[in-house]
């Protein structure tokens, strides 16, 4: 599990980093809103834990920013607030748990793995879907469009292709014989090391935004949430 630790309290931030480390956790830390933000939207972690008093962005509007942009990473709220209100206005902000302090390490853990479990379950894409989420990726299927961040990716015709057919799997990799035949259909002219050209332009275009596309030898390619296994 990639984890993304939002705390502003030193003692708490660093004794529940390596609580968790210690339980096979992967986690990294912020102790702002703004840092928070740039972490979350450049990395993609698998869930947030964040508190709700943060210096520079409180929770709430990091959590706000971050689903306005189209992240939808499971978020736990870890806060001294504990009122029915305050909860209120987390889950409508985007939280998908909240935990009061004090609290339970055994019980942070279930439901962070919990949250996982969930999130994987409505992630994962199915042919009836109209849409597919990767991250901060969306895939609408029916008209083909690609937004990150709920923008428009800019793509060339060859690079969309390529896009299409690594999303059809996500996560597997797709040869590079298939890869061909649909980014260069019927052109015989064209080399096969062509498609090497298209993933390297492709690769540089997702830098920076939490997905990877990665070369297996011998298998072909794929593409993955960085960090994810």
């Known amino acids: 599990m990639q984890l993304l630790l939002v705390e502003d309290d030193t003692a708490m931030r660093t004794t529940l980093q390596r609580t968790l480390m210690r339980r096979g956790m992967h986690v990294e830390v912020a102790a702002d809103g703004p840092s928070a933000l740039a972490h979350w939207t450049t990395r993609a972690p698998d869930a947030v834990v964040l508190d709700l008093t943060l210096p520079g962005l409180d929770g709430l509007q990091v959590l706000e920013r971050a689903r306005a942009q189209g992240l939808r990473t499971p978020v736990l709220i870890l806060t001294a607030r504990g009122t029915v209100g305050d909860r ?21 853990e279930a439901r962070l793995r919990a949250l996982l479990r969930r999130s994987h379950d409505s992630f994962t894409p199915r042919a009836s879907e109209e849409s597919m989420q990767l991250g901060a990726l969306r895939y609408e299927k029916e008209s083909g469009a690609l937004y990150l961040n709920d923008e428009v990716m800019e793509l060339t015709p060859r690079e969309l292709a390529m896009m299409h057919a690594l999303l059809a799997r996500p996560g597997h990799a797709v040869a590079k014989e298939r890869l061909f035949s649909l980014v260069f259909p019927g052109e015989a002219d064209v080399q096969y090391e062509a498609v090497e050209v298209v993933a390297y332009r492709l690769r540089k275009k997702l830098t920076g935004t939490g997905l990877q596309l990665v070369t297996l030898r011998g298998l072909g390619y794929l593409i993955k949430v960085q960090g994810s296994a």
């Open 88 to 108: 209120v206005l987390g889950l409508n902000a985007g939280a998908d748990d909240y935990l009061a302090k004090p609290f339970d390490l055994d019980e942070l």
